[in-house]
Structure formats: C-alpha cells, structure tokens
C-alpha cells in the first residue's frame, strides 16, 4: 500500500511524496515540489497512489520516449516485414529523436506531440504523417496495457501535411484505360513477360509486389480467382517475403479475359523451359525466360512505352502503381459497392479506401446523387 507524505517547504511551496515497495518488497519513493497549494499537491499524490496500488510500474516510467518505441518495435513489428516497411521503422524512430531527444516516455501530453505532428507535417505528406502517428499511438496502447502510461497522448491529435500530388495525374481516363488494356491483351507474350504482369495489375488492383511474388499455386484457374497470401521483394532482392499487411491476405475474383490470358503465360511458359530443360523451384507466375523475375524498373519501362503507343501526353502517363489507382477509378465510375472494392485492394477497412480514393469516389458521387433522387421521387 502507498502512502502519502505532504510538507510545506522554506520558499512557502507545497511538496509530496509517496512512499510504495516494489516486487521484490523494497521501499522506494517517488516526490514533486513546487506546489502553490497544499490541495494540489495532495491531490496529485492521491492520484499516484492511486495508480501504484492498481500496479503502475514506476521504475518503467522513467524509459525515455524514444528508447522505448524501439523496445516496442523490437517486440511487435521487426523481422516480421519487408526490409522497404523494417526502413520506415527507422525513419520514424530517427525522426521522433531528432524531435524528441532523450525525453521520457511519460512527460510526452498531447500538446508536444501535436507540436511534433505540426513540425513533421511541414516535410512530409499527410498520409506519412498519419502512419507515424499509427505507430507510435500503437506503442502507446501497449504502455497504457503495461501501465506506464495512464493515457494515449496521441488520442485527439489534428492531422496536417504537406498536399499530394494532383489526384488527376494518378490514373488514366477512361478512353486511354482501355486502348492500353486492348494493346496489352493484343501483344502479351512470354519473351517480355512484363506486358502480363501490367494485364493482371489493370484487371486486379494489385501492388507490384504481390503480382510478381504470385506463384502457378497461388492461381485457381477454374474458380478465377488469384490467392494473395506473399510478396516478391523487388527492392532488396531476399525473395519472397510477408504481405505489406495482415489485411492484405486475400483472395481476387478474376475477369474472364484476365484468366484466359494466364492460361496463354502458363502454356507459353511451360513450353520455353521444358524446352530448357528448367524447373522453378518457387513455381512463380512471371519467372521469364532467363529464370528472372522482372523488375518494377523494367515494367514500367514496358508501360511507359504502352502508353506513349496509344499517345498518353507524357504528363499524364503513369507507373504501375497507377494502375491499382485507375482499377478503384473503374469500378466506382461503375457503381462497384465500396466494401467490396475495398476488401479487393486489401485494405484493413472501408475507411482507408475513402481516405486514399476520396477524390474518386466524389465523381462517382453525382450519379449516386441522381439515383437517390430519383428513387425517391418514385417512393
């Protein structure tokens, strides 16, 4: 049990102190000074009382800030990702220290961190500064369980960030959408790989990752659906690896067109290395004919040369990840419901599709508009 000292010092002021023993049953004793009133002092004292018999580990809370979010991720997040996700873990711990220094962990208030937020905000794009705010608010929760923190400082926390890019130049417009999928389906062959993998990114949404680490196992040829479940690492060369989230292991319904082009690779495939006399042993969909898994580099070399074919402005064109952008783009202009687009993409929820793809769903918005009112008028 704590109990409670408080004593007026010479200057006048208002001082407590709490006396509490530890698990191995020895006393320690934890005290602040400077209070104008004796009532502040005591209540305060009570309130850390209070938290030391509910079984608050004090000598925990005097871990630095930055120490211990790299304790966390040690715990919870390293090892378990790609390299590209395990760097981001230490732009943000270099960054909170940068800030941050060697403060501890239980003198960080909403305030600071706001201030931080605020500074962060002015370099870096509102969605990165939401990521490190996930991060660390998860750090957070795990010290609230462990009772080091009594509250999530980043609980009600603003937003703010530099503007993305135009949202226009993203993806393309309809009419250039499919002259590129009729130019890719017209000239898709197994000696430049690459023009499949831009196929199945039109007709899935997938990250570039996901399409290159797909194996022939990964591909259900009579349901038409493509199993995601791993990655390629195409940054760092280590193979196959985890999804970029546990929400992104899922299963894709595929188009009719998409399916029978697969079935084409696969022929073609099989055919140039039995040919070879090659057997792969990872069974990957878009190992190509020098037993190499193509590059996002060369891929999008591939759609750059696409698109200037069927005369995309060089200004307008886009890498392979706006293919993913102009899949969300296609099907809400197609009314296509939200969750399921959503659950498509492999997000962990609705609410990360609309803040992504806010932009596109408002165009979608009008024709929604016309229907309500319509169906009402007919009530």
């Known amino acids: 049990m704590a109990t409670i000292s408080i004593t007026q010092e010479n200057t006048g002021k208002w001082r407590y102190r709490v006396y509490y023993y530890d698990n191995q049953g020895i006393r320690h004793a934890k005290s602040k000074r400077g209070y104008a009133r004796q009532a502040a002092a005591k209540r305060d004292a009570q309130i850390l009382a209070s938290e030391l018999e509910q079984g608050a580990n004090m000598l925990d809370r005097e871990v630095g800030f930055v120490n211990y979010f790299e304790e966390w991720l040690t715990r919870y997040k390293r090892g378990k990702h790609a390299k590209v996700t395990e760097n981001r873990y230490d732009y943000f711990k270099a960054a909170l220290k940068d800030f941050f220094g060697v403060a501890k962990l239980k003198d960080i208030t909403l305030d600071r961190w706001q201030d931080f937020i605020n500074s962060y905000g002015k370099t870096h794009a509102k969605d990165t500064v939401r990521k490190i705010n996930a991060y660390v608010r998860g750090m957070v929760k795990a010290a609230i369980n462990n009772q080091i923190l009594n509250r999530d400082f980043t609980q009600g926390v603003e937003f703010v960030g530099k503007a993305a890019k135009d949202p226009g130049l993203k993806f393309l417009e309809l009419p250039f959408l499919k002259k590129l999928k009729d130019l890719v389906y017209k000239t898709a062959n197994f000696q430049a790989n690459t023009s499949y993998a831009i196929a199945v990114g039109l007709g899935t949404g997938m990250r570039y990752s996901e399409v290159v680490g797909l194996t022939w196992a990964d591909v259900d040829f009579k349901n038409q ?88 402005p060089a200004q307008k064109q886009i890498t392979f990840h706006g293919l993913r952008h102009d899949h969300v783009a296609y099907l809400a202009s197609q009314n296509v419901d939200i969750y399921y687009i959503s659950r498509r993409l492999g997000h962990k929820d609705v609410s990360m599709t609309l803040r992504i793809y806010e932009h596109m769903f408002k165009k979608a918005e009008a024709k929604q508009v016309k229907k309500t009112l319509k169906a009402l008028d007919n009530l």
């Not at 929400?247 to 595929?254: F, G, K, L, T």
């Open 225 to 312: 659906q493509l199993n995601i479940d791993k990655t390629w690492d195409y940054h760092f060369g280590q193979g196959l690896m985890p999804t970029k989230t546990p929400s992104s292991v899922r299963v894709i319904d595929m188009p009719d067109d998409l399916t029978q082009l697969l079935k084409k690779l696969k022929k073609e495939q099989t055919e140039a290395f039995m040919a070879q006399g090659y057997r792969d042993p990872l069974n990957l969909v878009f190992r190509s004919t020098r037993h190499l898994v193509p590059t996002d580099a060369a891929t999008n070399k591939m759609l750059k040369s696409y698109q200037t074919q069927i005369q995309v």
